[in-house]
C-alpha cells in the first residue's frame, strides 16, 4: 500500500516526501474546503515528480467518519480504486459548466484543452486526450487539436 500521509502543500515538503516515495494518495474532506485543498496540492506535488491519486469519501467528511461507517476494508476499496490526479482534476472542472448547454460545453472543453497543454511530453499528452475523449465522448482528433493550438 503506499505511503499516505497528511500533506502540506509547500514544494520543501513535496521535495521531503519524494525522498520517501513517488506515489502519494489524497483523501480529502469531501467538502468545498477539502476539494480545494487537493486542487492546491496536485500541481505542487507533480512539480517535483511525484503521482497523485485521489481517495474519494463520499458520502463522507473525512477518512475517520468513513471508516466508523464502512470499515477499514471499505476504505483499502476506496484506495484501490483512487482517481488519477489529473482526471479528477477535470472532473472538478467539467462541475463548473452546464455540460447541458452547448456554451457551457463548448467552454469545459476549451478549458480542459488549456489543462491538456500542461504536459509538455508528447506521449503523455496524447495518452490523457484519449482518456478525456473517451469519458466524455469527444474526437480525440478534436481535443487534440485544440489542445495542441494552445501551445
Known amino acids: 500500500m503506499p505511503w499516505r500521509r497528511s500533506v502540506r502543500r509547500t514544494s520543501g515538503h513535496a521535495n521531503l516526501l519524494k525522498r520517501y516515495t ?29 503521482t497523485t491519486k485521489i481517495i474519494n469519501m463520499k458520502p463522507y467528511k473525512d477518512p475517520d467518519e468513513f471508516i466508523k461507517a464502512l470499515g477499514a476494508e471499505a476504505y483499502q476499496e476506496r484506495i484501490d480504486q483512487a482517481e488519477n490526479s489529473f482526471l479528477f482534476e477535470v472532473r472538478m ?28 511530453e508528447k506521449l503523455e499528452r496524447d495518452n490523457y486526450i484519449e482518456a478525456v475523449a473517451a469519458k466524455y465522448m469527444i474526437s480525440s482528433d478534436d481535443l487534440r487539436g485544440w489542445s495542441t493550438s494552445r501551445d
Open 22 to 50: 513517488k506515489e502519494v494518495y489524497l483523501t480529502y474532506d469531501s467538502d468545498g474546503a477539502g476539494i480545494k485543498a487537493a486542487l492546491r496540492a496536485i500541481p505542487i506535488l507533480k512539480e517535483v515528480g511525484i
Open 93 to 120: 472542472e467539467e462541475q463548473q459548466h452546464d455540460m447541458h448547454d452547448p456554451e457551457g460545453k463548448t467552454a469545459f472543453y476549451n478549458a480542459v484543452a488549456k489543462m491538456l497543454c500542461g504536459f509538455t
